[in-house]
Structure formats: structure tokens, C-alpha cells
């Protein structure tokens, strides 16, 4: 069974920065490319970055520059780099398959941008 455990979020300053973890399980993780999402109060659940399996990256306009999205297939993991992070970056943040068929949501992790 698939899992995804997402980590690393908090309250953060504007301008700071935060480093986003996502341990997967139960599958051969090295074979899927990963995206990770975010779900702001009253809004609807928006990819912001992917990443393929051999490493290329695509980011939404919104983040591009700021986020960098990497993996490590050794650890099963995919993190999340946030730099100068902004008011309306605020959300819950979750990592899943970029693609129609998810796999289970994990718990997600929260990240406030607030002075």
C-alpha cells in the first residue's frame, strides 16, 4: 500500500525559507515522477512543482524561481525548497503523482508565511 508522509512545514517570516520533505512507500519510487501541491483556505488543491523520474522539473509561474523541487530515489524522497516565501504561499502542502490517478493523500504539512 502506498504511503506518503509529508514533512518539514511551519511558521516562517516573509522573506524566509523552508525545506519540505515527502518520505514514499510502497512502491518502487524511482520509477514515478512526483509533484507537489498545495491547498490554501478556500481554495481548490494546485500543483506547483514536478519532478520526472530522471529529474527534469516544471513549476507553476506562482513559485518559479522561488521553489526548487529535487528527489533522492536512494531515500524515497522528495523535498520541497521554498525560498523567499510570500504571504499567499501559505497553505497545506501535499506530494503525490502529477498525473490524474493519485495515489492515497498523506496528511500534508502546513506552512504559514506571516510577520
Known amino acids: 500500500q502506498v504511503q506518503l508522509v509529508e514533512s518539514g512545514g511551519g511558521l516562517v517570516q516573509p522573506g524566509g525559507s523552508l525545506r519540505l520533505s515527502c518520505a514514499a512507500s510502497?512502491?518502487?519510487?524511482?520509477?514515478?515522477?512526483m509533484g507537489w501541491y498545495r491547498q490554501a483556505p478556500g481554495k481548490q488543491r494546485e500543483l506547483v512543482a514536478t519532478?520526472?523520474?530522471?529529474?527534469?522539473?516544471v513549476y507553476a509561474g506562482s513559485v518559479k524561481g522561488r521553489f526548487t523541487i529535487s528527489r533522492d530515489n536512494a531515500k524515497n524522497t522528495v523535498y520541497l525548497q521554498m525560498n523567499n516565501l510570500k504571504a499567499e504561499d501559505t497553505a497545506v502542502y501535499y506530494c503525490?503523482?502529477?498525473?490524474?490517478?493519485?495515489?492515497?493523500w498523506g496528511q500534508g504539512t502546513q506552512v504559514t508565511v506571516s510577520s
Open positions: 510502497g512502491m518502487i519510487f524511482s520509477d514515478y515522477a
Open positions: 519532478i520526472t523520474n530522471v529529474g527534469s522539473t
Open positions: 503525490n503523482r502529477p498525473i490524474s490517478t493519485k495515489w492515497p
